[in-house]
Structure formats: structure tokens, C-alpha cells
């Protein structure tokens, strides 16, 4: 694991590094992180550790318990296809109902937000392709003037993101796809075709869910060997 450079914010520093950590499957669910262990492994005291936990916690990373270290949270198969479902819904639903609202501006932010995803597949930076993923996301729903419908996405994502980074090993194997696929909904939006983006969604997020199946069934072959 990473040591932390003195230079900037420390919780900041060593939030990325068992985030990533988490990402890559160098730690697992159900492994405890003791505050003396991990704090020395990272070169910084007590405090800042604790304030990473937290932060860890609030993105459903780990599990904090009372008098005991927290542990890397787990997320089962049947939760994260219950999310992809509702999440499945809503997005298809939302993008009939703000192709139209999408301006050029937003426009041109979601193809920096492709530029920015396909540099951190090259570069191997997993974590943050994952967050620019939830970003595109997010940033599609962000102009639907249903408030309900923006807090119930965001959520979705977030405990998306949680399921995919405990199940690491489905990101370096979905990430090119998954943004090849972006760009193909871009495309439609640029045509101002709700039909085909609605279709493109479609396809994005049926294949999400395959790729999510795949990994997990060739983890319980592995796991049953």
C-alpha cells in the first residue's frame, strides 16, 4: 500500500489510497482495518486515519462498529441487481424527458467527461474512471426538474459504485466497454434523437448488468474449485 505525501491534506491522501486499495482487491470485504495497523502503514497519526474511515463509511466502503475495527463492506449479487433494476428505470425514463433541455454546454462537459474517462483506462487509474462513470450519470439527471427523481438516481449510483468496488475485478475487465457505450448515447443526444437515447441507455445498462453477471458467476466457479 501507498504512503502518504506529506504535501497535501492527509485524510484526503489516504482516503484515495484505501479507496483504491479497495478497488484493485487488495483489500476484501469482510477485512477489518485496525486504526494502529493502518495509520502506520500510511504514515499519519490517529486523527486524520479516523477521518478517512468516515468518509470511507459515508460512501459505504466499510462498516464502522462500536469498540471494534471497521471492516471493507460487502455487497451481495441480489442487492446490486435490485439497484440495477430501479436504476435501469429511472435513467431510461429520465433521458426522454431532458434530451431536449441538454445544451451545448452540457453538451460539450459530457465529451470532456469521455476525454477524462478514456485517459484513466489508459493510465490504469480505475477508481477515478469509476467516478467520471458516475459523473455522466449523474450529470444527465441533473437537469430533470423532478427533485425526487435527482435524489433516488444519486443514490442508486452511489450504491453502485459501492457494489462495483467491492467487486473490483469487473471494472478493469467493463471499463472500455462501458466507455465506448457513453459515447454512443452522446452521439444520439448530439442528434437530438430521444428514441435512439433512450435505446443507447438501454443497451448501456442491460450491458452493465451482463458484464456484472459474467464476473460474478466466474467468481462462484472460481470460489466452488
Keep these: 500500500m501507498k504512503k502518504i505525501n506529506k ?5 484526503d491522501q489516504a482516503f484515495e489510497i484505501l479507496k483504491e486499495s479497495i478497488l484493485v482487491g487488495e483489500l476484501k470485504g469482510g477485512d477489518p482495518l485496525p486504526e494502529e495497523k493502518y495509520s502506520k502503514q500510511l504514515g499519519i497519526s490517529r486523527t486524520p486515519f479516523r477521518d478517512t474511515l468516515t468518509r470511507l463509511a459515508s460512501e459505504g466502503l466499510i462498516i464502522q462498529r462500536n469498540g471494534a475495527p471497521a471492516v471493507v463492506a460487502d455487497f451481495t449479487k441480489e442487492m446490486s441487481l435490485e439497484h440495477m433494476e430501479l436504476r435501469n428505470i429511472l435513467e431510461v425514463y429520465n433521458i426522454e424527458k431532458v434530451l431536449l433541455k441538454i445544451d451545448s454546454k452540457m453538451l460539450e462537459s459530457l465529451k470532456k467527461n469521455l476525454e477524462m474517462q478514456e485517459r484513466a483506462i489508459e493510465e490504469n487509474r480505475y477508481s477515478e474512471f469509476m467516478q467520471l462513470d458516475k459523473e ?14 435527482k435524489k433516488i438516481v444519486q ?12 467487486l473490483s475485478k469487473t471494472v478493469p475487465q467493463s471499463a472500455q466497454e462501458a466507455q465506448e457505450e ?12 430521444t428514441v435512439l437515447a433512450k435505446n443507447k441507455m438501454i443497451v448501456h445498462l442491460n450491458n452493465v448488468e451482463k458484464r456484472f453477471l459474467n464476473y460474478y458467476q466466474a467468481k462462484e466457479d472460481e470460489d466452488s474449485n
Design 136 to 149: 455522466f450519470h449523474l450529470s444527465l439527471v441533473s437537469i430533470n426538474a423532478n427533485n425526487e427523481i
Design 182 to 193: 457513453h459515447g454512443e448515447i452522446i452521439k444520439a443526444i448530439e442528434m437530438r434523437d
Design 7 to 11: 504535501s497535501s491534506r492527509l485524510s
Design 155 to 166: 443514490r442508486v449510483n452511489d450504491d453502485l459504485s459501492r457494489a462495483f468496488l467491492i
